[in-house]
Protein backbone atom coordinates (compact mmCIF):
# COMPACT_ATOMS: atom_id res chain seq x y z
CA UNK A 1 0.00 0.00 0.00
CA UNK A 2 1.89 2.43 -1.64
CA UNK A 3 0.73 5.97 0.53
CA UNK A 4 3.23 8.18 -1.46
CA UNK A 5 3.89 7.86 -5.15
CA UNK A 6 6.41 9.42 -7.46
CA UNK A 7 5.52 7.77 -10.97
CA UNK A 8 8.26 9.28 -12.80
CA UNK A 9 11.41 7.40 -11.88
CA UNK A 10 13.50 9.54 -13.60
CA UNK A 11 13.88 12.94 -15.08
CA UNK A 12 16.59 14.51 -17.22
CA UNK A 13 17.08 18.40 -17.32
CA UNK A 14 18.98 21.33 -19.12
CA UNK A 15 21.46 23.35 -17.09
CA UNK A 16 18.86 26.78 -16.39
CA UNK A 17 16.03 25.16 -17.03
CA UNK A 18 13.17 24.37 -14.76
CA UNK A 19 12.64 21.26 -13.11
CA UNK A 20 9.10 20.05 -11.96
CA UNK A 21 9.31 17.02 -9.90
CA UNK A 22 5.69 15.64 -8.63
CA UNK A 23 4.56 13.61 -5.89
CA UNK A 24 0.80 11.93 -5.00
CA UNK A 25 -0.11 10.87 -1.96
CA UNK A 26 -3.69 9.04 -0.83
CA UNK A 27 -3.26 9.43 3.12
CA UNK A 28 -5.92 12.34 3.91
CA UNK A 29 -4.49 12.40 7.51
CA UNK A 30 -1.10 13.65 6.21
CA UNK A 31 -0.65 17.61 6.86
CA UNK A 32 3.39 18.28 6.82
CA UNK A 33 5.39 17.32 3.23
CA UNK A 34 9.14 17.45 3.11
CA UNK A 35 11.22 17.06 0.16
CA UNK A 36 15.00 15.49 0.96
CA UNK A 37 17.80 15.26 -1.43
CA UNK A 38 19.99 12.53 -1.92
CA UNK A 39 23.67 11.45 -3.29
CA UNK A 40 24.84 8.60 -3.64
CA UNK A 41 26.49 6.89 -0.32
CA UNK A 42 24.73 9.02 1.50
CA UNK A 43 22.01 9.86 3.49
CA UNK A 44 19.37 11.71 2.41
CA UNK A 45 19.34 15.86 3.26
CA UNK A 46 16.19 17.72 3.88
CA UNK A 47 15.58 20.29 1.20
CA UNK A 48 12.09 22.24 1.69
CA UNK A 49 8.77 21.48 4.12
CA UNK A 50 5.23 22.62 3.39
CA UNK A 51 2.43 22.72 5.96
CA UNK A 52 -1.10 21.33 4.89
CA UNK A 53 -2.60 25.17 5.75
CA UNK A 54 -0.33 26.49 3.00
CA UNK A 55 -0.40 25.74 -0.65
CA UNK A 56 3.27 27.16 -1.64
CA UNK A 57 6.60 27.28 0.11
CA UNK A 58 9.50 29.33 -1.22
CA UNK A 59 13.30 29.09 -0.78
CA UNK A 60 15.73 30.65 -3.16
CA UNK A 61 15.33 28.10 -6.30
CA UNK A 62 13.80 25.44 -4.70
CA UNK A 63 9.66 26.13 -4.22
CA UNK A 64 7.15 23.35 -3.20
CA UNK A 65 3.64 23.39 -4.39
CA UNK A 66 0.36 21.95 -2.14
CA UNK A 67 -2.76 20.92 -3.90
CA UNK A 68 -4.53 19.53 -0.91
CA UNK A 69 -7.99 18.74 -3.04
CA UNK A 70 -5.55 16.85 -5.51
CA UNK A 71 -3.42 15.20 -2.67
CA UNK A 72 -0.69 16.40 -5.17
CA UNK A 73 2.91 18.48 -4.39
CA UNK A 74 5.54 19.52 -6.90
CA UNK A 75 9.05 20.76 -6.02
CA UNK A 76 10.33 23.14 -9.00
CA UNK A 77 13.88 23.86 -8.93
CA UNK A 78 14.90 27.21 -11.24
CA UNK A 79 17.33 27.78 -12.04
CA UNK A 80 18.52 23.99 -12.62
CA UNK A 81 22.17 23.45 -11.97
CA UNK A 82 24.34 20.46 -12.60
CA UNK A 83 24.60 20.41 -8.70
CA UNK A 84 20.85 19.42 -8.24
CA UNK A 85 21.52 15.98 -10.07
CA UNK A 86 20.61 13.50 -7.26
CA UNK A 87 17.75 11.74 -5.98
CA UNK A 88 14.83 13.59 -4.97
CA UNK A 89 12.37 11.64 -2.36
CA UNK A 90 9.26 13.31 -1.65
CA UNK A 91 7.82 12.11 2.60
CA UNK A 92 4.70 13.34 4.43
CA UNK A 93 3.97 12.90 8.10
CA UNK A 94 0.70 12.92 9.56
CA UNK A 95 -0.67 12.35 12.98
CA UNK A 96 1.80 9.42 13.96
CA UNK A 97 4.66 11.96 15.59
CA UNK A 98 8.06 11.06 14.02
CA UNK A 99 6.91 8.65 11.24
CA UNK A 100 7.86 10.10 7.42
CA UNK A 101 6.53 8.23 4.75
CA UNK A 102 8.50 8.21 1.51
CA UNK A 103 8.22 8.48 -2.20
CA UNK A 104 10.15 5.92 -4.11
CA UNK A 105 12.25 8.81 -5.44
CA UNK A 106 12.85 10.78 -8.75
CA UNK A 107 16.68 10.70 -10.19
CA UNK A 108 17.28 14.53 -11.36
CA UNK A 109 19.73 14.88 -13.97
CA UNK A 110 20.95 18.57 -15.12
CA UNK A 111 22.93 18.38 -18.43
CA UNK A 112 25.34 21.29 -18.54
CA UNK B 1 29.11 19.82 14.58
CA UNK B 2 29.74 16.37 14.25
CA UNK B 3 26.56 14.97 12.26
CA UNK B 4 24.77 11.42 12.58
CA UNK B 5 27.19 8.25 11.77
CA UNK B 6 26.64 4.84 11.74
CA UNK B 7 28.43 1.95 11.48
CA UNK B 8 29.15 -0.67 10.10
CA UNK B 9 29.31 1.49 6.70
CA UNK B 10 28.86 -2.08 4.80
CA UNK B 11 27.93 -5.15 5.98
CA UNK B 12 28.07 -8.40 4.10
CA UNK B 13 26.62 -11.66 5.97
CA UNK B 14 25.54 -15.03 5.66
CA UNK B 15 21.83 -15.96 6.02
CA UNK B 16 20.75 -16.98 9.33
CA UNK B 17 23.78 -15.52 11.14
CA UNK B 18 22.79 -12.19 13.41
CA UNK B 19 23.58 -8.66 12.76
CA UNK B 20 23.73 -5.66 14.73
CA UNK B 21 23.96 -1.91 13.44
CA UNK B 22 24.89 0.91 15.42
CA UNK B 23 23.61 4.45 14.99
CA UNK B 24 25.10 7.62 17.18
CA UNK B 25 22.73 10.55 16.70
CA UNK B 26 23.81 14.14 17.02
CA UNK B 27 23.86 14.93 20.31
CA UNK B 28 21.53 16.51 22.50
CA UNK B 29 18.74 14.50 20.23
CA UNK B 30 15.95 13.34 21.92
CA UNK B 31 14.27 11.55 18.72
CA UNK B 32 15.77 9.18 16.51
CA UNK B 33 14.80 7.28 13.80
CA UNK B 34 15.41 3.74 11.92
CA UNK B 35 14.62 3.21 8.21
CA UNK B 36 15.29 0.93 5.79
CA UNK B 37 15.86 1.30 1.75
CA UNK B 38 15.84 -1.58 -0.19
CA UNK B 39 16.51 -1.58 -3.63
CA UNK B 40 14.59 0.90 -6.23
CA UNK B 41 12.33 1.53 -3.23
CA UNK B 42 11.48 4.79 -1.16
CA UNK B 43 13.07 4.89 2.58
CA UNK B 44 10.42 2.68 4.56
CA UNK B 45 9.65 3.39 8.45
CA UNK B 46 11.21 0.79 10.74
CA UNK B 47 10.66 2.26 14.65
CA UNK B 48 11.72 5.63 16.40
CA UNK B 49 12.85 6.21 20.00
CA UNK B 50 11.79 8.93 22.19
CA UNK B 51 14.64 8.75 24.76
CA UNK B 52 15.00 5.54 25.26
CA UNK B 53 11.60 4.52 24.68
CA UNK B 54 10.05 3.36 21.91
CA UNK B 55 6.10 3.99 21.83
CA UNK B 56 5.87 2.54 18.26
CA UNK B 57 7.42 -0.62 17.24
CA UNK B 58 4.73 -1.34 14.78
CA UNK B 59 7.14 -0.46 11.48
CA UNK B 60 9.25 -3.51 12.51
CA UNK B 61 8.80 -5.96 9.62
CA UNK B 62 9.37 -9.28 11.87
CA UNK B 63 10.00 -9.91 15.43
CA UNK B 64 13.46 -11.06 13.93
CA UNK B 65 14.03 -7.50 13.99
CA UNK B 66 14.47 -5.49 17.50
CA UNK B 67 16.02 -2.12 18.26
CA UNK B 68 17.51 -0.63 21.99
CA UNK B 69 18.88 2.92 22.84
CA UNK B 70 20.70 3.59 25.51
CA UNK B 71 19.86 7.11 27.32
CA UNK B 72 19.49 9.85 24.55
CA UNK B 73 22.22 8.32 22.92
CA UNK B 74 23.39 5.56 20.95
CA UNK B 75 21.16 3.08 19.24
CA UNK B 76 21.89 -0.51 17.82
CA UNK B 77 19.06 -2.21 15.54
CA UNK B 78 19.81 -6.08 15.18
CA UNK B 79 18.49 -8.45 12.98
CA UNK B 80 18.52 -11.92 14.34
CA UNK B 81 18.56 -14.81 12.17
CA UNK B 82 19.12 -12.79 8.97
CA UNK B 83 16.92 -13.56 5.77
CA UNK B 84 18.24 -12.22 1.94
CA UNK B 85 14.93 -10.01 2.16
CA UNK B 86 17.10 -8.10 4.58
CA UNK B 87 19.29 -6.79 2.54
CA UNK B 88 18.92 -2.61 2.02
CA UNK B 89 20.51 -0.04 3.37
CA UNK B 90 19.22 1.22 7.11
CA UNK B 91 19.22 4.60 7.78
CA UNK B 92 18.98 6.17 11.17
CA UNK B 93 17.83 9.32 12.09
CA UNK B 94 17.70 11.89 14.59
CA UNK B 95 15.88 15.30 15.09
CA UNK B 96 15.69 17.41 17.98
CA UNK B 97 12.30 16.28 19.15
CA UNK B 98 9.47 14.54 17.89
CA UNK B 99 7.97 17.94 16.59
CA UNK B 100 6.90 17.12 13.09
CA UNK B 101 8.47 20.64 12.17
CA UNK B 102 11.62 19.34 13.29
CA UNK B 103 13.92 18.10 10.86
CA UNK B 104 15.18 14.74 10.78
CA UNK B 105 19.15 14.65 9.89
CA UNK B 106 19.78 11.69 8.56
CA UNK B 107 23.23 9.60 8.64
CA UNK B 108 24.95 7.40 5.46
CA UNK B 109 23.51 4.31 5.99
CA UNK B 110 24.39 0.54 7.01
CA UNK B 111 24.39 -1.42 3.70
CA UNK B 112 23.30 -5.05 4.63
CA UNK B 113 23.79 -7.90 2.04
CA UNK B 114 22.74 -11.20 3.30
CA UNK B 115 24.43 -14.31 0.76
Known amino acids: DQQVKQNSPSLSVQEGRISILNCDYTNSMFDYFLWYKKYPAEGPTFLIS?????DKNEDGRFTVFLNKSAKHLSLHIVPSQPGDSAVYFC???????????FGQGTILTVHP | GAGVSQSPSNKVTEKGKDVELRCDPISGHTALYWYRQRLGQGLEFLIY????????KSGLPSDRFSAERTGESVSTLTIQRTQQEDSAVYLCASSPTLVSTDTQYFGPGTRLTVL
Open chain 1, 50 to 54: ISSIK
Open chain 1, 91 to 101: AAMGTSYGKLT
Open chain 2, 49 to 56: FQGNSAPD
